[in-house]
């Protein structure tokens, strides 16, 4: 059982930057993709970005390309969400999660999840 820990999180002002990570700990096993997704209350849980694992393919929601950018630790264990230019409505439990086989934009096909982070964008 792969286990993801999500760390990184807390309350910025608007304009600010955060960097989420991302540690696998467990039986991990090569060729996984690792994601990020975020659930606001009320929402449903949105596809932030994901990363292959060799690093070389990446994906992002349009809305958030260019402001956060996603990357793999030299060890392939450890990924990490660099956040730039937060607004309020980036305020989220953002989860990392890992697929083995599937689509990386789809949470419903990622076999493996965190327990989420909470973030905060103050105005």
């Known amino acids: 059982q792969v286990q993801l820990v999500e760390s990184g999180g807390g309350l910025v002002q608007a304009g600010g930057s955060l960097r989420l990570s991302c540690a696998a700990f467990?039986?991990?096993?090569?060729?996984?993709?690792t994601g990020w997704f975020r659930q606001a209350p009320g929402k449903e849980r949105e596809f932030v970005a994901a990363?292959?694992?060799?690093?070389?393919?990446?994906y992002y929601t349009d809305s958030m390309k260019g402001r956060f950018t996603i990357s793999r630790g030299s060890a392939k264990n450890t990924v990490y969400l660099q956040m730039n230019s937060l607004k309020p409505e980036d305020t989220a439990v953002y989860y990392c999660?890992?697929?083995?086989?599937?689509?990386?934009?789809?949470?419903?096909?990622?076999?493996?999840w965190g327990q989420g982070t909470q973030v905060t964008v103050s105005s």
């Open positions: 999660a890992a697929v083995v086989h599937g689509n990386p934009r789809n949470g419903y096909e990622y076999d493996y």
């Open positions: 467990g039986p991990t096993r090569s060729g996984y993709s």
């Open positions: 990363i292959s694992w060799g690093g070389g393919n990446t």
